[in-house]
């Protein structure tokens, strides 16, 4: 590779083509035909109220579930068709949960995703000590450094996590709720850390429970629906009342964020929805 191997390559859209899951045992299909193209230069988000088959499609993507049909591609080839190195030098992970299987430094957690770039036995070149810090630096842990994984915080391990995806500089980034336990600080440095990823020409596909911060920051959001595409659009197409509505199963009004005028979403009681709908 020419140039600092920690460079990211670009231009590599993400698509889930026609695709279908069906987990043992279970009724019905938690991915029933889903179609989604995450392009280069855009933040992609996929939202839908729990278990409507967010995690199965990053599953998918991870070839931890069978696929009852359809397909998943980067940059145009099939991820079936790589090896797990190929896929870690093309797609960068951050997945919902995990724990590492020993406690390691920071450092050495994050260093994990050069792992793809390196040779069988060489050891850390320059660029992977580049990659590492200018990781550690956007992600914001310098601080973490040199203590071990299992005494993190859940902000700082979920910061970490990604630190290790941004290490790796490959062209697609795919984050499952990665601001779950980041205060209101953290969780906005992060959605900008994304928003200037995709603005660079990466492409970036965001799981998030987020919507009014997903309707600032995401070009293109697909709202899931057990098992099926509901809406697809910009925010303007999704965030609309009567589909949120139905999707959410819950009362709620959209109306626009004071600070940019994107649509948010207001969630009303339950219980008095009568007294908190908006009189006007
Ligand atoms: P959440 O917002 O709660 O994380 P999600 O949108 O990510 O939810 P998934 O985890 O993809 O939802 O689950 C989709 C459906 O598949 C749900 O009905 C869930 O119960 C079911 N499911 C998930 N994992 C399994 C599994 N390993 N075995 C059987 N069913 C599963």
Redesign the pocket.
């Known amino acids: 590779m020419s140039g600092a191997t920690h460079a990211r390559e670009q231009g590599s859209p993400l698509t889930f083509d026609n695709v279908s899951v069906r987990?043992?045992?279970?009724p019905t299909l938690?991915l029933d035909h889903v179609s989604v193209v995450a392009e280069p230069g855009k933040m992609t988000a996929v939202v839908?109220?729990?278990?409507?088959?967010?995690?199965?499609l990053v599953r998918a993507l991870l070839r931890r579930v069978a696929l009852q049909s359809g397909r998943v591609t980067v940059g145009g080839v099939d991820v079936a068709s790589l090896d797990a190195r190929e896929v870690a030098r093309r797609i960068a992970i951050v997945p919902?949960r995990e724990e590492p299987v020993l406690p390691l430094r920071v450092e050495e957690f994050v260093a994990l995703g050069r792992h793809a770039r390196r040779s069988a036995f060489g050891g850390m070149s320059a660029d992977d000590h580049a990659a590492v810090e200018s990781a550690v630096a956007r992600a914001g842990i310098a601080e973490a450094i040199g203590r071990r994984t299992d005494t993190l915080s859940g902000g700082e391990w979920q910061r970490v996590r990604i630190a290790r995806a941004l290490a790796q500089a490959a062209p697609v980034l795919v984050l499952d709720?990665p601001t779950t336990f980041l205060d209101i600080a953290h969780e906005m440095a992060v959605f900008e850390l994304l928003d200037g990823l995709a603005q660079q020409g990466q492409t970036v596909l965001l799981?998030s429970?987020q919507l009014n911060l997903v309707a600032r920051f995401a070009a293109h959001i697909v709202l899931?629906h057990r098992?099926t595409v509901a809406a697809a659009g910009d925010a303007e197409a999704v965030m609309r009342g009567e589909i949120l509505e139905r999707v959410y199963e819950w009362p709620l009004v959209v109306t626009r964020d004071p600070a940019v005028g994107a649509p948010a979403l207001l969630p009303l009681r339950g219980s008095g929805r009568q007294r908190d709908r908006p009189s006007s």
């Open positions: 987990y043992a045992g279970r938690a839908g109220p729990n278990g409507s088959g967010k995690s199965t919902q709720e799981v429970h899931l098992g």
